[in-house]
């Protein structure tokens, strides 16, 4: 068996220091030359060791001063559930503003960008239409306390727009939500719906709005929503993708009362 590199041994080591509370949130580390003479090893060692732990998100370089163990962010918990009075299920918009204001967390939306895009066979599947059939995507930019925090983007078929909800291609939030406007525009509403959750490695714009690293050490998870309306037509199909590092699922369910009267 192959012995382990001097650089990983020195990583592990600096690392279990960090996990273990040995060196906590904020502590600078010794200097390159420090460690090196400590570890008996080259500087460019002791680089490659450090290298490691910055794509773990363990440590981080602040410009003329020093590498320090980095500080975690407050990690925010995603209720999924049926029930709105305990969780707003990954809502969106002016919904999910309002849950984590709930939590005493500071939450804005960026801008809604708005494209036309033809159905992936994935989200053909979601929304039972065709591949060559057109989507109206819904996109936003999300931040709590100013960090960025996930990125959702919703679909909906372009025959929601041919039959009357044009708001759906303006750049702006709509106010009432965008399930009660379709409900309000073309008498569409929203009974339930049905989740899915993968966790995959970042794409580059995840790696640079999310200020993570490409080698996924941070890997996403991506929430797929399909709703349904009272008929059992998919009408709307949300993709959210989120940052490990900073966010946490909590799944809530319902279980049915017996009815003891039987």
Known sequence: MANTPRYMEIANELRQQITTGRLRPGDQLPTEAEL????????NTIRDAIGILKNLR???????????????PVRYKVTLTPDERTGFGGGEGKAWVAEAEAKGRTARTGD?????????????????VSTTESLVGRHQERYIDEVAWSLQTSYYPMDFV????????????IDQGTMDYLEESLGIKQVGYRDEIV?????????D???????????????RRTAFDAHGHPCRYTVT???TDRNIFVIEAMLPVPDETA
């Open 199 to 207: 966790v995959r490695p970042p794409d580059a714009r995840e790696v």
């Open 209 to 223: 709005f999310f200020n993570i690293p490409d080698s996924g050490a941070v890997q996403i998870l991506e929430h």
């Open 36 to 43: 090196a003479k400590q570890h008996e090893t080259a500087r």
């Open 241 to 243: 993708a989120y940052p």
């Open 58 to 72: 363990l440590v981080e370089a602040r410009s003329g001063i020093g590498t320090f163990v980095a500080i975690p």
């Open 112 to 128: 809604t960008e708005v494209h036309i895009k033809v159905a992936t066979p994935v989200m053909a599947e979601a929304l039972n």
């Open 162 to 173: 041919t039959r009357g909800a044009t708001e759906l291609l303006r750049n702006t939030d």
